[in-house]
């Protein structure tokens, strides 16, 4: 079975451009989740979708930031304009139903500088 | 507010030294914990699911147990290759599409 796929996995980018993070999430899942690590700040949840629906955006740091998921299959984080202080490991992550119950598989990662 | 806090922030066994790692959670309603096990570089790999107090899980040289108020990761006779950082995540809530919060973590560092 494939994981979760992200894309792409590293990015340095300046200041003030867009950057758009993509993911494909475990087929048949139904719940996909974006998080954010920082050496300061560990691993916190951003947005988390289910059914293709966004549940919870509560984590999203602010305005600059979007998430979408237009199907059951693909998903994307925008940070637009983005800042230094965006520089992180992104992690998609998805869970679904059955045996595996709600446990979440993760991605690689998509890391990212922004200078 | 749910929380999770995890303890020690790092440690430091020399190989064969057995130790263990807490996990303690204040949520309404706990859905199920989770350990999970990050190498550098990677994401978070998926170790035990715990539902109920009591239930307790194993995998090699790593058993997880839970209680109504925390989890511990016992480490059995650890080899340097069980050095990472280990991660504890709990869901909540009513809903199965609730959110999971993880901790910040626990280094484990094995020295041969």
């Known amino acids: 079975d494939a994981g979760v796929i992200q894309s792409p996995r590293h990015e340095v980018t300046e200041m003030g451009q867009e950057v758009t993070l993509r993911c494909k999430p475990i087929?048949?899942?139904?719940?996909l989740f974006w998080y954010r690590q920082t050496m300061m700040r560990g691993l916190e949840l951003l947005i988390y979708?289910?059914?293709?629906?966004?549940?919870?955006d509560s984590g999203m740091p602010e305005d600059r930031f979007s998430a979408k998921m237009p199907n059951a299959s693909f998903s994307t984080l925008k940070i637009q304009p983005s800042e230094p202080r965006d520089s992180a490991v992104y992690f998609c992550?998805?869970?679904?139903?059955?045996?595996?119950?709600?446990?979440?598989?993760f991605g690689e990662g998509s890391w990212l500088t922004v200078v | 507010e749910d929380q999770v806090t995890q303890s020690p922030e790092a440690l430091r066994l020399q190989e064969g030294e057995s130790s263990s790692l807490n996990c303690s959670y204040t949520?309404?309603?706990?859905?199920?914990l989770f350990w999970y096990r990050q190498d550098p570089g990677k994401g978070p790999e998926f170790l035990f699911t715990?539902?109920?107090a009591g239930e307790e899980k194993e995998k090699e040289r790593l058993k997880a147990t839970l209680t109504k108020k925390e989890s511990f990761l016992h480490i059995t006779a650890p080899k340097p290759e069980d050095s990472a950082t280990y991660l504890c995540?709990?869901?909540?809530?009513?809903?199965?599409?609730?959110?999971?919060?993880f901790g910040s973590g626990t280094r484990l560092s094995i020295r041969p």
């Open positions: 995540a709990v869901q909540a809530g009513a809903s199965s599409a609730s959110k999971i919060i």
């Open positions: 087929s048949g899942h139904n719940s």
């Open positions: 715990l539902y109920s």
């Open positions: 949520v309404s309603g706990l859905r199920g």
């Open positions: 992550a998805s869970s679904g139903t059955g045996h595996s119950g709600n446990t979440i598989y």
């Open positions: 979708f289910n059914n293709n629906v966004p549940i919870d």
